[in-house]
């Protein structure tokens, strides 16, 4: 019973607790608001940068702080095409304004919606490729891989706001009108832009839940917690490191392009140090090495900001570092390890009762047969007595 009681709740874990998300996300269109779904649209968005953070930290040990960089990357790209689909055949308003006369060279590929959704995704991998390959080759682990990815993400932000003609500057592209040749505004149009996030974290959460089930899943936990162990099986620890830290970077250039859609707008801002740093809170809150646990805290995290945000707008940011710190004292393995650990506990007392219940009736019947035994010795020597 108790392998049997124990697979059952590993499905129920695993299939069940994301059932259970996506059952309110798929409704939520009938009940929120045009406004109140985009927000949550944006909180989703958020939900896949935590998930490829949680692959690479939850499972493979490695805290990044630049996951704003692969962010901004791949919204940038995206704003490029939408930018020039707003434009037309005109230069971007902040070109003309930098004092621009024509697009810059590297601007013109992104004419092509082919190239700027491959974009999205290549251009955030291929530079989380090449830091990854230099650093871990080097192996630096650790504090200091996560300085360096903050310190990249610092660098980055500080080039974007600095290339005021072709980047935008401090404000980065703005006034984003159309999708696709669709008005980005229209309640239809945010109402499909909704459903294909949802979609896209569901297809990247099963990517991320067959990959950590997967061989490469258990080299990473094992990489984990033995680098050395896993180099002395034959295997090389640089080239998984870096692949699972490409595959997260390009996890979040889909969710800033998926972000700059929603928003209609990406800045330096988006990419800088706080943002990475806000998405480590929101794996630390819903719990690493989870996957689900990572898209609860995402958008836990982000809900709370918001209703802090907008209930007491002066003093919401003390008030959103006091519920992080309590969540984390109060919750150490966050929200997904709480109850994950609740219900093994709960799990226990059963099996234990159950154990007691059958031992109890185990001793019930020893004792019945027991009584059984006398009653037939007793009848087989009555005869033979009255016989002599």
Same mark, same amino acid.
């Given at each position: 019973?108790?392998?049997?009681?124990? *697979?059952?709740?590993?499905?129920?874990?695993?299939?069940?607790?994301?059932?259970?998300? *996506?059952?309110?996300?798929?409704?939520?269109?009938?009940?929120?608001?045009?406004? =109140?779904?985009?927000?949550?649209? !944006?909180?989703?968005?958020? *939900?896949?940068?935590?998930?490829?953070?949680?692959?690479?930290?939850?499972?493979?040990?490695?805290?990044?702080?630049?996951?704003?960089?692969?962010?901004?990357?791949?919204?940038?790209?995206?704003?490029?095409?939408? !930018?020039?689909?707003?434009?037309?055949?005109?230069?971007?308003?902040?070109?003309?304004?930098? +004092?621009?006369?024509?697009?810059?060279?590297?601007?013109?590929?992104?004419?092509?919606?082919?190239?700027?959704?491959?974009?999205?995704?290549?251009?955030?991998?291929?530079?989380?490729?090449?830091?990854?390959?230099? @650093?871990?080759?080097?192996?630096?682990?650790?504090?200091?891989?996560?300085?360096?990815?903050?310190?990249?993400?610092?660098?980055?932000?500080?080039?974007?706001?600095?290339?005021?003609?072709?980047?935008?500057?401090?404000?980065?592209?703005?006034?984003? !009108?159309?999708?696709?040749?669709?008005?980005?505004?229209?309640?239809?149009?945010?109402?499909?832009?909704?459903?294909?996030?949802?979609?896209?974290?569901?297809?990247?959460?099963?990517?991320?839940?067959?990959?950590?089930?997967?061989?490469?899943? =258990?080299?990473?936990?094992?990489?984990?917690?033995?680098?050395?162990?896993?180099?002395?099986?034959?295997?090389?620890?640089?080239?998984?490191?870096?692949?699972?830290?490409?595959?997260?970077?390009?996890?979040?250039?889909?969710?800033?392009?998926?972000?700059?859609?929603?928003?209609?707008?990406?800045?330096?801002?988006?990419?800088?140090?706080?943002?990475?740093?806000?998405?480590?809170?929101?794996?630390?809150?819903?719990?690493?090495?989870?996957?689900?646990?990572?898209?609860?805290?995402?958008?836990?995290?982000?809900?709370? !900001?918001?209703?802090?945000?907008?209930?007491?707008?002066?003093?919401?940011?003390?008030?959103?570092?006091?519920?992080?710190?309590?969540? @984390?004292?109060?919750?150490?393995?966050?929200?997904?390890?709480?109850?994950?650990?609740?219900?093994?506990?709960? *799990?226990?007392?059963?099996? =234990?009762?159950?154990?007691?219940?059958?031992?109890?009736? +185990?001793?019930?019947?020893?004792?019945?047969?027991?009584?059984?035994?006398?009653?037939?010795?007793?009848?087989?020597?009555?005869?033979?007595?009255?016989?002599?």
């Amino acid at each position: 019973m108790a392998p049997r009681d124990s *697979a059952l709740r590993n499905f129920v874990w695993t299939w069940g607790a994301p059932l259970a998300l *996506a059952l309110p996300l798929l409704a939520a269109p009938l009940v929120l608001s045009d406004f =109140r779904l985009n927000l949550l649209g !944006k909180f989703l968005t958020y *939900a896949i940068v935590a998930l490829g953070l949680d692959l690479i930290w939850g499972y493979g040990g490695m805290l990044s702080l630049g996951q704003g960089l692969f962010f901004g990357l791949g919204g940038y790209a995206m704003a490029m095409y939408l !930018k020039l689909e707003t434009s037309g055949r005109r230069l971007p308003d902040f070109m003309s304004w930098s +004092g621009l006369e024509a697009l810059p060279l590297f601007w013109e590929p992104f004419r092509s919606p082919a190239v700027a959704l491959c974009a999205v995704v290549l251009v955030p991998m291929a530079v989380a490729s090449a830091v990854g390959y230099l @650093v871990f080759r080097s192996r630096v682990q650790g504090v200091y891989f996560s300085l360096i990815t903050q310190g990249l993400t610092l660098i980055a932000s500080i080039l974007f706001i600095g290339q005021q003609a072709i980047t935008g500057g401090t404000n980065g592209i703005t006034n984003l !009108k159309t999708i696709f040749g669709f008005s980005r505004g229209a309640a239809g149009t945010q109402t499909v832009l909704y459903f294909v996030t949802l979609f896209c974290l569901g297809a990247l959460y099963l990517l991320c839940r067959r990959l950590t089930q997967s061989r490469f899943g =258990r080299l990473l936990v094992a990489m984990r917690d033995d680098e050395n162990r896993v180099r002395f099986l034959g295997y090389n620890p640089v080239t998984l490191k870096t692949l699972v830290f490409a595959l997260s970077a390009g996890m979040a250039g889909i969710a800033g392009a998926l972000f700059v859609c929603q928003v209609g707008l990406i800045s330096p801002s988006s990419m800088g140090v706080m943002p990475s740093v806000e998405m480590v809170t929101w794996v630390a809150v819903g719990g690493r090495g989870t996957l689900i646990g990572a898209v609860v805290g995402a958008i836990l995290v982000s809900l709370g !900001k918001s209703a802090l945000s907008e209930s007491y707008p002066e003093v919401w940011q003390l008030g959103f570092g006091a519920l992080f710190a309590a969540s @984390v004292m109060l919750l150490p393995t966050g929200v997904a390890g709480f109850l994950r650990s609740h219900l093994a506990k709960v *799990a226990r007392r059963d099996a =234990r009762g159950d154990a007691g219940a059958a031992g109890a009736r +185990g001793d019930a019947a020893v004792a019945e047969a027991a009584r059984a035994g006398e009653v037939d010795a007793a009848g087989a020597e009555a005869p033979a007595t009255s016989g002599r």
